[in-house]
C-alpha cells in the first residue's frame, strides 16, 4: 500500500493477522505514472511492479517514542504562546523587560500590575496554564531522560557535547537503521537539510534547503547545534567562519547538516565521542564500520 496518514490502525490489524505488509513511497509511485490520469486501477497496476519502491516504517516501540517526543514539543510550544501573551499584557502597561520578565523580580513586578478586572482574570489564567503546562513538561522530560538512558544507541549520542537525551532519541526513532544509508550525504537529504538545486549548462543554481523529510528532528537539530557549538571547538570555529561570510540563519542549518552526519558517523561506526573525530570523513564517501 502507499504510505498515507492515519492508517496505523489498518497496518497493526494486517500485521496480527500474520500478513508482511510494504509501504511504498506515494511520491515515487505517482511520479512512475506519465500520464494525467490517477484511477484505482492505475495506482493497483504501479504497486504490483516489482520497482516498488519501498520505504522503511519504524516499529511499534518507535512510534510510541515519537508520541513521547512529539507530545513534549506541543506542550512546549503550548508554553512559549502562554508566555507570549503574558509579555503582551506586560508591554501593553510599559514593561519591557524581555527575558528577565521571567525571573523572581520580573514576575513580580508582572503580577502586581495594576490592570481592569478582565485583564486580570485573563493574567491569572496565564499564569495557571503556565503552571500546569511546566509540571507536565517536567514529567515528559524525565521520561525521555530515561528513555535516553535505557537505548543504547541515544546513550552513545549523548556523549557528544550539546546533544541532550531529546535530540539523541529523536535521532534514533526517526533515523531507524542507519545502515541503509551508504553514505552521511543521503543523511542530510533525507532529513531535508540540503539546498533545492537547479543546474543546467553547466550552471549551477541552488535555493533554500529542500525541508523534505522529518520536520521535527530538523527543529531538533537546529536548536541543538546552538549549544554544540558553545562546547565543541570544531563546530564553533566553522560556525563563525559561516557567520563572516553569510547570515547566522544559514550558518545554524548549514552546522545542524554536519552535526546530523556527525551523529549518522558515530551511529555507524559505533564510535562515541572524541573519537569520532579521527574516525569522521568525508560525506560522499562511505563509511566501514568500525569495532566498538
Known amino acids: 500500500m502507499e504510505s498515507t496518514g492515519n492508517c496505523q490502525w489498518f497496518t497493526e490489524l494486517v500485521m496480527n ?17 506519465v500520464r494525467q490520469q490517477k484511477t484505482d486501477r492505475r495506482d493497483a497496476a504501479l504497486l504490483l511492479e516489482n520497482r ?10 518507535q512510534r510510541d517514542q515519537r508520541q ?19 509579555q503582551h499584557l506586560a508591554m501593553n502597561r510599559g514593561i519591557t523587560r524581555g ?45 525521555v531522560a530515561k528513555a535516553a538512558e535505557e537505548n543504547e544507541l541515544a546513550h ?17 526513532v526517526t533515523m531507524g537503521d542507519v545502515s541503509r544509508f551508504p553514505r552521511g550525504k543521503q543523511v542530510g537529504s533525507y532529513l531535508g537539510l540540503i539546498p533545492r538545486e537547479h543546474t543546467s549548462g553547466g550552471k549551477q543554481r ?28 570544531e563546530f564553533r570555529r ?21 552535526l546530523a552526519i556527525r551523529l549518522y558517523w558515530m551511529l555507524q561506526s559505533n564510535t562515541g565521542y572524541p573519537e569520532i573525530v579521527r574516525v569522521e570523513g568525508s560525506s560522499r564517501v562511505p563509511l566501514d564500520r568500525q569495532p566498538a
Open 52 to 61: 516498488f519502491p519501498r520505504i522503511w516504517t519504524p516499529s511499534a516501540e
Open 156 to 172: 552513545l549520542l549523548m556523549t557528544h557535547p550539546g546533544v541532550g537525551p531529546i535530540t539523541s532519541l529523536a535521532f534514533v
Open 206 to 233: 541552488t535555493a533554500s534547503i529542500t525541508k523534505q523529510g522529518n520536520r521535527f528532528m530538523r527543529t531538533l537539530l537546529v536548536e541543538a547545534v546552538q549549544s554544540v557549538v558553545r562546547y565543541e571547538p
Open 238 to 258: 566553522e560556525y563563525l567562519h559561516r557567520c563572516h561570510g553569510s547570515e547566522k540563519g544559514i550558518a545554524k542549518v548549514a552546522a545542524a547538516r554536519k
Open 17 to 33: 493477522l500474520g500478513y508482511e505488509l510494504w509501504i511504498g513511497d506515494a511520491s515515487r509511485i505517482r511520479a512512475a505514472e
Open 99 to 143: 527575558r528577565r520578565l521571567w525571573n523572581k523580580t520580573g514576575e513580580r513586578v508582572l503580577r502586581e500590575l495594576s490592570l481592569q478586572p478582565w485583564a486580570s482574570r485573563r493574567r491569572e489564567d496565564l499564569f495557571k496554564v503556565r503552571a500546569m503546562l511546566d509540571e507536565q513538561i517536567n514529567s515528559l522530560d524525565a521520561a
Open 68 to 86: 513521547l517526543l512529539l507530545h513534549r514539543h506541543k506542550l512546549v510550544e503550548m508554553r512559549v504562546r502562554v508566555k507570549n501573551e503574558l
